[in-house]
């Protein structure tokens, strides 16, 4: 099992163009970006398997971006239910085919932050 340390050195050393620094708050990965937003990335402790990949930019430009697996019924409609993408808005959602891989999960979702924020792929030093 990858533990949220393992993950921190993904954020940190992987996309260390966009990421400023990281701190593991109870059971969640919190990881701060050069734009002044942040990413929560968090794994249920009572539930097994569950999960979020939280992209917090409200105080940026009034969106969010979260990939779950939260079994919300107002989602039953999408095609990956449970799982699920919120697109900008809380609102806004569609299919995700986030991987259930913590270690690849997190790497798509930055990829797309990263993408989001650079527009460019990352040019990290090992």
Known sequence: MITLEKLRRIAEVEYCDIVAFTEIM???LRIYLIDKSFVDVGFSVKVP???SYHWERRHVDQTIYRHDNFPDPRWKAVSTF??????????QVEESHINDDPGTG???FMEFVQRLIRGLTSNCKP
């Open 82 to 91: 449970p799982k699920h993408f919120h697109k900008g808005s809380e609102n």
């Open 26 to 28: 109870q059971n969640k």
């Open 49 to 51: 398997g569950r999960y």
């Open 106 to 108: 997190i790497r798509q």
